[in-house]
């Protein structure tokens, strides 16, 4: 399927009409054309990746990570939150990992995982037959069409909230990721890695705030069973791999918070068919 599980949900970039998907690749009716690329994903980029997006080590860096089993009690938390049926939107979606075990846990339901990372689509373009893969850059306009998601996950990426309000049907959910302050907190101090910025919480409360009403607010904490080279890759998956060699391991938690918000009616300047 694939390619085909974004059918009825994609936006051309360049003019915002509906695209019909077929296996290779999508068309408006205006003509504008995007091919499959040969691992299975949509380039709606519209131009070259920017400099900081996650690069091929990092992408692969990562995809051990997730296959470790690390990051499964988060996968398990937000499968919770997401009826069977639904039709998930993962935006910064990177390897399509987390979509795939949303999709695993949920039979009936499909999504589009969207990143700006080329390597990462490549990926994420074979990560489930009923997830389709799409390279576009979450600060901007999202391709994909107004009012067709039952909830949009960011899982430690970029919050264009507007454009998820925009994307959302009503009484849609968002689910957002974020790191607490623990979140691997022995590697950061050990290594002097980057810090979780302070009054994150508070931002995101603000951000949201004017489109979505909260849910729920939890935690999911988990010990990592790592060894030297799962903690070198923990680093390198991430924003630590622009700064420099590591050599550490330490025992290991990740501590992260799931925020769910509904979306509030009616939503400014968001039109839906």
């Given at each position: 399927m694939?390619?085909?599980?974004?059918t009825g949900?994609?936006?051309?970039p360049?003019?915002?009409?509906?695209?019909?998907?077929?296996?290779?690749g999508?068309t408006c009716?205006?003509?504008?054309?995007?091919d499959t690329?040969?691992?299975?994903?949509?380039?709606?980029l519209?131009?070259?990746?920017?400099?900081?997006?996650?690069t091929?080590?990092?992408?692969?860096?990562?995809?051990?990570?997730?296959?470790?089993g690390?990051?499964?009690?988060?996968?398990e938390a937000l499968?919770?939150?997401i009826d069977?049926?639904?039709?998930?939107?993962d935006v910064g979606?990177?390897?399509?990992?987390?979509?795939?075990?949303?999709l695993?846990?949920?039979?009936?339901?499909?999504?589009?995982?969207?990143?700006?990372?080329?390597?990462a689509?490549k990926r994420a373009?074979?990560?489930?037959p009923?997830?389709?893969?799409?390279?576009?850059d979450?600060?901007?306009?999202?391709?994909?069409?107004?009012?067709?998601?039952?909830?949009?996950?960011?899982?430690?990426?970029?919050r264009?909230?507007?454009?998820?309000?925009?994307?959302?049907?009503?009484a849609?959910?968002?689910?957002?990721?974020?790191?607490?302050?623990e979140?691997?907190?022995s590697?950061?101090?050990?290594?002097?890695?980057?810090?979780?910025?302070?009054?994150?919480?508070?931002?995101?409360?603000?951000?949201?705030?004017?489109?979505?009403d909260?849910?729920?607010?939890?935690r999911?904490?988990?010990?990592?069973d790592?060894?030297?080279?799962l903690?070198?890759d923990?680093?390198?998956?991430?924003?630590?791999?622009?700064?420099?060699?590591?050599?550490t391991?330490?025992?290991?938690v990740?501590?992260?918070?799931?925020?769910v918000?509904?979306l509030?009616?009616?939503?400014?300047?968001?039109t839906?068919?």
């Amino acid at each position: 399927m694939t390619l085909a599980a974004a059918t009825g949900l994609l936006a051309c970039p360049l003019c915002a009409e509906p695209l019909a998907v077929e296996s290779a690749g999508a068309t408006c009716p205006h003509g504008h054309r995007f091919d499959t690329a040969r691992q299975g994903y949509l380039n709606l980029l519209g131009g070259p990746q920017p400099a900081n997006a996650d690069t091929a080590d990092m992408v692969a860096a990562r995809s051990r990570v997730l296959a470790s089993g690390a990051f499964d009690p988060l996968d398990e938390a937000l499968a919770r939150r997401i009826d069977d049926g639904a039709t998930v939107a993962d935006v910064g979606g990177g390897t399509g990992h987390h979509l795939a075990r949303l999709l695993d846990a949920h039979p009936a339901s499909r999504g589009v995982s969207l990143d700006v990372s080329v390597p990462a689509a490549k990926r994420a373009g074979r990560a489930h037959p009923r997830a389709a893969a799409v390279v576009a850059d979450a600060w901007g306009t999202l391709p994909l069409r107004s009012g067709r998601f039952d909830a949009v996950t960011c899982i430690f990426a970029p919050r264009n909230i507007a454009e998820f309000a925009r994307i959302l049907r009503p009484a849609g959910l968002l689910l957002v990721v974020t790191p607490d302050p623990e979140h691997l907190a022995s590697l950061r101090s050990r290594e002097g890695l980057l810090e979780i910025e302070a009054g994150k919480e508070h931002r995101l409360l603000r951000s949201v705030s004017g489109w979505f009403d909260a849910v729920a607010r939890h935690r999911v904490h988990a010990p990592i069973d790592a060894d030297a080279s799962l903690a070198h890759d923990l680093i390198a998956m991430g924003p630590n791999a622009f700064h420099g060699e590591h050599r550490t391991v330490a025992p290991l938690v990740t501590e992260v918070a799931v925020s769910v918000w509904v979306l509030r009616r009616p939503v400014p300047g968001a039109t839906h068919p």
